[in-house]
């Protein structure tokens, strides 16, 4: 039997962040990480995906991200390898690859159940974020498409696409960088439910996390909503965003109403063949593994006092958003959650 006081599930750069400062704290904990590998998600994202933010701006507590050369924002590829860095500079002990089927209570503890074996703990941090809960709109006719389909998570390069026609869907930051991607060899359709909002130019992931922060402070203080960073709007300007852009090549049309066995079509009766769809339609936080705790709330997520679980007090949510910490979803951002969540901790423990 394994026994510690708090397991994390999940080894990105929530479980990671967790990991920095439950170790601070001299509290007895181990990683869960389904992955094979370390970089959690980043190992699996599309060729020329970048950074929002320099790396000095993209670390985690304790580490600034080293620059990568050549490159103001990161690519993917450097954020894997800086993750993998700090994981075996503070030697946490992730454990791998391990899958969490469950986690149930079993008296004064958490038991969690994997494909490797039973632990139990006192306490659980769940940080397994969204990657592996890809979101597919429900489209009439989607399953009548002829043509090749997927989401975010299965692309690569345009390489596959060249001489093609691709619909992109999504006005957020995947859909805009996915047709930059695509914008120069392929016939590229981009659809999204609005106009797409840019971010001023000269805006990245620094003001976005100074945004989402302030509007966290003012809700915990009663005050208005400033909106935090949907306020600014949707797009992050990147590079190869604004080049495409200023290019005349991102030119977005408003969302189809069906898609075709050929392709798609809108309410006017006009009409696009395609060879392939890509949806930029987002996650759904991968919470799966907590279903036998019966805490699941609105939309999908378990309500929370910052990081804490409403329901259970053993069990504290990292990474998934907004709901659990201010830009906690983000490199930058989830250091101060994981900090508030290890602190938490300690004080249940003693």
Same mark, same amino acid.
């Given at each position: 039997m394994?026994r510690t006081?708090v397991?994390v599930?999940?080894?990105?750069q929530?479980g ?7 170790r601070r704290l001299?509290?007895?904990?181990v ?5 094979p590998e ?12 970048r950074?929002?933010?320099p790396?000095a701006?993209s ?9 990568q050369a050549?490159?103001t924002?990161p690519?993917?590829?450097?954020v894997?390898?800086?993750?993998t ?5 503070y030697?946490?002990p992730?454990v791998?690859?391990v899958?969490?089927t469950g986690?149930h209570?079993?008296g ?7 494909d490797?074996?039973?632990?139990r703990?006192?306490a659980?941090?769940s940080a397994t ?5 890809p979101?597919?709109?429900a489209?009439p ?6 043509g ?8 690569d390069s345009?390489?596959a696409?060249?001489?093609r026609r691709v619909?992109v869907?999504?006005g957020?930051n995947s ?8 914008a120069?060899?392929?016939t590229?359709?981009w659809c ?8 001023p ?5 620094r003001?976005l996390?100074?945004? #989402?922060t302030?509007?966290r %402070?003012a809700l915990d203080?009663?005050?208005t909503d400033?909106? !935090?960073?949907a $306020?600014l709007g949707? /797009?992050?300007a990147?590079?190869p ?6 290019a ?8 189809f ?9 809108w ?5 696009a063949?395609?060879d392939?769809i890509?949806?930029c339609?987002?996650f759904r936080p ?9 805490l699941r709330?609105?939309?999908g997520?378990?309500?929370t006092?910052g990081t804490e #679980?409403v329901?259970?007090p %053993?069990l504290?949510?990292?990474g998934?958003?907004?709901?659990? !910490?201010?830009? $906690?979803?983000t490199? /930058? ?8 969540a290890a602190r ?7």
């Amino acid at each position: 039997m394994n026994r510690t006081d708090v397991v994390v599930i999940g080894g990105g750069q929530s479980g990671l962040a967790a990991g920095y400062h439950l170790r601070r704290l001299g509290i007895d904990f181990v990683i869960l990480d389904a992955h094979p590998e370390p970089g959690g998600a980043w190992q699996h994202t599309w060729d020329s995906l970048r950074l929002f933010s320099p790396a000095a701006y993209s670390s985690l507590p304790g580490r600034l991200m080293p620059p990568q050369a050549g490159e103001t924002y990161p690519e993917a590829a450097h954020v894997v390898s800086y993750l993998t860095d700090y994981e075996q500079r503070y030697e946490l002990p992730v454990v791998r690859p391990v899958r969490v089927t469950g986690v149930h209570r079993e008296g004064e503890l958490l038991r969690v159940e994997t494909d490797s074996g039973t632990w139990r703990a006192r306490a659980v941090v769940s940080a397994t974020g969204t990657w592996s809960r890809p979101f597919l709109p429900a489209i009439p006719g989607r399953t009548e498409f002829q043509g090749t389909q997927l989401h975010t998570v299965e692309y690569d390069s345009p390489a596959a696409f060249t001489g093609r026609r691709v619909i992109v869907v999504g006005g957020g930051n995947s859909g805009a960088q996915i047709a930059a991607d695509l914008a120069y060899d392929t016939t590229l359709t981009w659809c999204t439910l609005r106009e797409p909002r840019y971010l001023p130019d000269d805006i990245d992931g620094r003001a976005l996390f100074d945004h #989402a922060t302030a509007r966290r %402070r003012a809700l915990d203080e009663g005050r208005t909503d400033t909106g !935090g960073v949907a $306020s600014l709007g949707d /797009i992050v300007a990147v590079p190869p965003v604004r080049v495409a852009r200023d290019a005349g090549l991102l030119k977005a049309q408003p969302m189809f109403d069906r898609i075709t066995p050929a392709g798609v079509s809108w309410a006017d009766g006009t009409a696009a063949d395609a060879d392939a769809i890509i949806w930029c339609t987002g996650f759904r936080p991968a919470l799966s593994h907590l279903a036998p705790l019966g805490l699941r709330g609105p939309r999908g997520h378990i309500p929370t006092t910052g990081t804490e #679980a409403v329901g259970e007090p %053993r069990l504290h949510l990292l990474g998934y958003g907004d709901w659990t !910490g201010p830009a $906690s979803a983000t490199l /930058i951002g989830v250091g101060r959650p994981a900090r508030d969540a290890a602190r938490a901790l300690a004080g249940l423990l003693r």
